[in-house]
């Protein structure tokens, strides 16, 4: 479904990352972790053209992802759920998760809040369909973005550290979210410092560090045997 | 004669009321036709300044930096008397719309690229993320949120606009001032009520315009602390 080839990226001097080689299949459930700077985010931004790679190449379902078409690309088959929300402000919840549908799949507006109905009921907030994100909790704004990204039914979904915005007692909400998406046949990026988390819905883990792909292997492994030195020091440090 | 005010020369002005009203009448359709160009002008000129191209920013740049750096009579003078000896004549009203429109379209300019500017990256990641084109993610998300926030700056330019529109009497435009001024110097010589109607007249056109402008500012504030209180109510 995702295959990067040789991906390095550069902002000015500074390389975030280097020669990132990796395959996603179709349904699988990944996780990133890293420490802060090591270019976890800029490595997901890179699957949906929000970041273009320096060099080396990005594949969705085979398609060479292109500066030429990456608009086409990311309508086709990716959504992102981002930590800071990024709702539309000005727009209601059930707006904010239409909008997409309507204005890019051309559905109907009648069909969309159906969509957009069966998502609310899915993230558990079909009574704040007319409200608006300033008026919501910040659980409750990371849920409205999920079901915003849900709503397009894109084969991929991408999360930016979805939690790390939350007041604590928020946190378990959005995850509980997450844990139910992940029994679905999506193919899920997540980034993320729930360790939990990574256990629980996680394939496969991916250590990242100072841009270079350090280790990746499925949870159970990779917790309790990690190969790498950096990834021994890493987690032993986060998980005391 | 008696006096600047004497009563006699209120009584010669309001009998000749109506070239006031048809001075007025054109005041207003200079203002609103230059506010309109003014507009156009200035969400071209406010998106060419946001854009990716240099190019275009740098057209935007220097439109922006000529108009703002320029008095608005000399341009005004400029075209009423250069642009003659080059071939180029133009009616006075047309003249007014233009330069008034043009000059006030660089700060319309610079209202419409703070406003966009304002709005936070996460948005435009959030709309391209979603696959929405960059006229699509302007067209939906962008520009619907800059327009409450450009709203009061613009007001404010529309106030300037229609006092500037009064540059037209120095060209002989029709305009309310230059009605005024010439009743007042063509035989009356009662400039003193003359001026002091035609400033109360510009008031009336501009007082409701700032009184909306604070309001609106108000209801923006007021929003914006009643949604953060049921955020934190709510978290
Ligand atoms: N647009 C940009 N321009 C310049 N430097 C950038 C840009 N985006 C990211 N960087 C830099 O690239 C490096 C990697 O950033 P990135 O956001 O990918 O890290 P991260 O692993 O997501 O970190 P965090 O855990 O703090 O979110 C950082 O040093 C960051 O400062
Ligand atoms: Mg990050």
Not at chain 1, 114 to 119: I, R, V
Not at chain 2, 91 to 103: K, Q, S
Not at chain 2, 161 to 170: E, M
Request: aromatic share 10%.
């Amino acid at each position: 479904m995702i295959r990067l080839n040789g991906v390095f990226k550069q902002f000015g001097n500074l390389e975030v990352l280097k020669d990132i080689s990796l395959h996603v299949r179709e349904g699988e459930k990944i996780t990133i972790i890293g420490p802060s700077g090591s270019g976890k985010s800029t490595l997901i931004r890179c699957i949906n053209a929000l970041e273009m790679p320096t060099s080396g190449e990005v594949f969705l379902n085979g398609e060479p992802l292109l500066a030429s078409n990456r608009t086409g690309m990311v309508r086709m088959y990716c959504a992102m759920v981002f930590q800071q929300f990024n709702l539309y402000p000005h727009m209601t919840a059930m707006q904010n998760i239409t909008l997409a549908p309507v204005k890019l799949q051309k559905k109907s507006k009648t069909e969309a809040e159906e969509l957009a109905w069966h998502y609310l009921d899915v993230v558990g907030l079909r009574d704040k369909a007319n409200a608006y994100p300033s008026t919501l909790s910040g659980g409750q704004q990371q849920r409205i973005a999920i079901a915003r990204a849900l709503a397009t039914r894109q084969k991929i979904l991408l999360f930016d550290e979805p939690t790390s915005a939350l007041d604590p007692e928020m946190v378990q909400e959005v995850l509980d979210v997450m844990i139910r998406l992940s029994k679905e046949s999506i193919t899920m990026i997540v980034v993320t410092h729930e360790m939990g988390f990574a256990r629980q819905v996680a394939d496969r883990v991916i250590f990242l560090d100072n841009g270079v792909l350090v280790e990746e292997a499925p949870p159970q492994d990779f917790f309790a045997n990690p190969k790498n030195e950096r990834t021994r020091a890493f987690l032993s440090k986060i998980l005391h | 004669m008696g006096g600047p005010f004497s009563l006699r020369r209120w009584a010669r002005l309001f009998a000749d009321y109506t070239l006031f009203l048809e001075g007025l009448g054109v005041t207003l359709l200079v203002a609103v036709l230059a506010l309109f160009l003014a507009l156009v002008l200035g969400v071209i000129f406010g998106l060419f300044s946001t854009s990716s191209f240099k190019s275009l920013r740098a057209v935007s740049r220097v439109y922006v930096e000529f108009f703002q750096n320029t008095p608005l009579v000399i341009q005004i003078f400029f075209v009423y008397n250069a642009l003659p000896y080059i071939g180029i004549r133009m009616h006075e009203f047309l003249i007014g719309v233009l330069c008034v429109g043009v000059y006030h379209g660089a700060y319309v300019a610079e209202v419409v690229r703070a406003g966009i500017t304002s709005i936070p990256k996460g948005q435009w990641e959030a709309a391209r993320s979603q696959g929405f084109s960059y006229v699509q993610a302007m067209q939906y998300i962008i520009l619907p949120q800059t327009v409450t926030i450009v709203l009061p700056p613009l007001g404010n330019q529309a106030v300037n606009l229609i006092k500037n529109t009064s540059v037209l009497a120095l060209i002989a435009g029709g305009d309310l001032m230059y009605r005024a001024d010439s009743w007042a110097s063509n035989g009356t010589l009662s400039y003193g009520p003359a001026y002091v109607v035609t400033g109360a007249l510009y008031f009336l056109l501009c007082f409701p315009l700032v009184k909306w402008v604070r309001a609106h500012e108000l209801r923006i504030k007021d929003r914006d602390t009643r949604q953060h209180a049921a955020a934190r109510a709510g978290a």
